[in-house]
């Protein structure tokens, strides 16, 4: 089975730049989503298609995708955005999810 | 504005049956793929199912294959998912997903949630 590593926890201050990243063998050959999903709250799509921004996502919200990682990117991070974010991609015909990434804004 | 209306979930013993149903609107349902993610208490995303926007192709994963069945309904705008031989392990909120086309991809709304809990 394909997997996709995130890292469990990334912190950052308000204001700065929050980097998660998605590890998988070649995902860089495959399109891979990002969804960020609060406490006590449904999932959100905020990338898609690597590098693009659905209407009503900030653009402090970045991607990038490349060899085998992915990477999602938080500019300007406010405590808004503290939540879980998780990385998906489609591999053998099905959709695989990331473990998720908790960002913490201090 | 897309809305997901999902109904069906509860309690349930080991070994018994569920059925979940999701009430789409503020879209051309046919048009689009539908999804059910879940997601067990404390614990991350999981595709247990999907059907594409035709409804002639399904697709589940292998923790789910051959106990659950995805159907859509585009006359009445609702996709639904029968939840055979229930097991403790499919304790999880279920999420009904709209996909971003008619084909597999990515999710781009997602419902409230429907707590199934598989319990003696």
């Known amino acids: 089975s394909y997997d996709l590593t995130q890292p469990p926890s990334v912190a950052v201050s308000p204001g700065q730049t929050a980097t998660i990243t998605c590890s998988g063998d070649?995902?860089?050959?495959?399109?891979v989503s990002w969804y960020q999903q609060r406490p006590g709250q449904s999932p959100v799509l905020v990338i898609y298609?690597?590098?693009k921004r659905p209407s009503g996502i900030p653009e402090r919200f970045s991607g990038s995708n490349s060899g085998n990682t992915a990477t999602l990117t938080i500019s300007g991070t406010q405590t808004m955005d503290e939540a879980d974010y998780y990385c998906q991609a489609w591999d053998n015909n099905y959709y695989v999810f990331g473990s998720g990434t908790k960002v913490t804004v201090l | 504005e897309v809305q997901l209306l999902e109904s069906g979930g509860g309690l349930v013993q080991p070994g018994g049956s569920l059925r979940l149903s999701c009430s789409a609107s503020?879209?051309?349902?046919?048009?689009?793929?539908m999804s059910w993610v879940r997601q067990a208490p404390g614990k991350g995303l999981e595709c247990v199912s999907a059907?594409?926007?035709?409804?002639?192709?399904?697709k589940y994963a292998d923790s789910v294959k051959g106990r659950f069945t995805i159907s859509r309904d585009s006359s009445k705008n609702t996709v639904n998912l029968e939840m055979n031989s229930l097991r403790v392990e499919d304790t999880a909120v279920y999420y009904c997903v709209k996909g971003w086309d008619s084909g597999f991809d990515w999710f781009d709304s997602w419902g409230q949630g429907s707590l199934v809990t598989v319990s003696s």
């Open positions: 070649k995902l860089g050959y495959r399109f």
């Open positions: 059907i594409n926007a035709g409804g002639g192709t399904t």
């Open positions: 298609q690597d590098t």
């Open positions: 503020g879209f051309t349902f046919s048009s689009y793929a």
